[in-house]
């Protein structure tokens, strides 16, 4: 039996079956009104990206998340690690959104906006311009090496690992401030974290956009498979009409369709051709799909040259289409409760954190109390000492003024009145005296105020324990 030829083939079958080879897909280029926003949003998010880090503010780059100071600077704001919930409520935001755009419009964000898909569509661009189209690069892979295979691929990952490096470039340019930076690079006396990061960013951009592409979107990023739980019969996604297209069949532009029995998909395979992640919309939603649409574009202009109604793959419902709704029809059916409630939560929230923002106090402080023992004077007073951390998290200076109360009598002994210089940390040491006889023995509460001599709206209190020995 283990001899036996027939196991052998039998095993191999099974072997082929489970561990199939993975394609390479050579996306074909395709232009169109999806096709213009994705270039637009491309566009939009890398000048976004790129140009934000050279933008300056108040003689400081504008966007910076300097980790070594510990503040972040968002244009005219200044965040502190004691503003983490700002950085929560960011991403709760976020997330809200992305469920939001998915139950209106499915995976939208994938196609228009993820990083990955962006820079896999720079990627390819370069690729087209460098080794052809479709059937060039085809056959270019297709052919056995030599000089001109090798001069192209070789131009290619050139481009693409300059472009992969300026990325990484970029991006550690938000934490590092970008001219600083630059002078590093060009005089080689980059950190080794510095180093680093860039060519870790810039590694993982050139595999993810160069190399591995669409397998990202389909094996690796978890969006694709929970979106379905935030998808319903009401969300808009990239669908086939099957009602209309099947059966389907080639045909010329002169003969009648409907007389062959046919629908109107002629079954050329240019929507599986355009798409990134290689799928046949035709077979109905896959998780593969991004909902990026070129596929519509694609097929509309084989509808337009067939003299066809458009819209045989378009951006639709499931309702739609069972019950042949129109766009007035899918918009009112869209203002569903789930659509409403994630509008409002988000509306509230953001209310919420810019009201925050703008009532927040430019001054912080905690009061730290002394590890030496009460000091008894010559005429009885009790001084406890204390460690005030003033925080000015504007960028101007301002002059504060130290007070305390809580017990009868109570005077601080050490200076009270100093500068803050802006965004800065300081560290204040405050003598509290309090006349003998005026508090109980052990531990009494005071209040320190530290308030803004030019500003009375500026003001912050904390509580504190003077110890009065037994």
Not at 66 to 71: F, H, Q, S, W
Not at 200 to 226: D, H, I
Not at 266 to 293: K, M
Request: contains cysteine.
């Amino acid at each position: 039996m283990k001899n036996d030829p027939s196991n052998k083939v039998a095993f191999q079958e099974i072997e082929q079956s489970l561990f199939e080879t993975q394609k390479k897909i050579y996306p074909r280029a395709i232009s169109g009104y999806f096709a213009n926003v994705r270039w637009f949003m491309v566009w939009f998010t890398q000048i976004l990206f790129y140009g934000t880090a050279w933008l300056t503010w108040n003689d400081r780059q504008a966007v910076l998340f300097d980790l070594a100071t510990r503040k972040f600077y968002i244009f005219g704001l200044v965040f502190w690690p004691q503003d983490f919930i700002y950085l929560a409520v960011v991403l709760i935001i976020s997330a809200l959104m992305l469920f939001l755009v998915t139950a209106v419009a499915g995976r939208v964000f994938c196609g228009y906006a993820c990083p990955q898909s962006v820079y896999t569509e720079m990627f390819m661009w370069i690729e087209r311009k460098i080794e052809g189209d479709r059937s060039a690069r085809i056959k270019l892979d297709s052919f056995p090496l030599s000089v001109r295979k090798i001069a192209l691929k070789a131009a290619k990952h050139f481009v693409w690992i300059a472009l992969a490096l300026w990325t990484g470039f970029t991006f550690v340019g938000y934490f590092t401030p970008i001219r600083t930076l630059t002078f590093e690079v060009l005089d080689f006396s980059l950190g080794p974290w510095q180093l680093f990061w860039i060519l870790f960013y810039g590694l993982a951009t050139y595999g993810n956009a160069g190399w591995m592409r669409e397998q990202v979107c389909k094996y690796m990023c978890p969006y694709a498979r929970f979106q379905s739980a935030m998808f319903d019969k009401d969300t808009l996604t990239v669908t086939y009409d099957s009602e209309r297209g099947d059966p389907r069949g080639s045909r010329s532009k002169q003969a009648d369709f409907k007389a062959l029995g046919l629908g109107t998909c002629i079954d050329c395979h240019i929507c599986v051709q355009v798409c990134p992640t290689g799928i046949d919309i035709r077979n109905g939603l896959q998780y593969e799909c991004i909902g990026c649409a070129l596929c519509v574009d694609a097929c509309d202009q084989v509808m337009d040259k067939m003299e066809y109604p458009r819209g045989l793959i378009r951006y639709t419902t499931e309702h739609a289409l069972s019950e042949k709704l129109d766009r007035h029809g899918i918009v009112q059916r869209m203002l569903r409760p789930r659509i409403l409630i994630y509008t409002g939560i988000i509306a509230l929230i953001i209310l919420i954190s810019i009201l925050s923002l703008t009532l927040r106090s430019p001054l912080k402080f905690d009061v730290i109390r002394d590890r030496g023992l009460p000091r008894t004077t010559e005429n009885g007073s009790i001084d406890n000492v204390y460690r005030l951390q003033i925080m000015n998290t504007e960028e101007q200076s301002h002059h504060y003024i130290i007070e305390v109360s809580g017990i009868p009598g109570a005077t601080i002994v050490s200076d009270a009145d100093f500068d803050m210089p802006a965004a800065t940390t300081k560290i204040i040491p405050a003598r509290i005296r309090v006349p003998a006889g005026s508090a109980k023995k052990g531990s009494n509460k005071i209040i320190f105020i530290v308030r803004d001599r030019d500003n009375a709206a500026v003001s912050v209190a904390e509580k504190a324990a003077f110890l009065i020995p037994r």
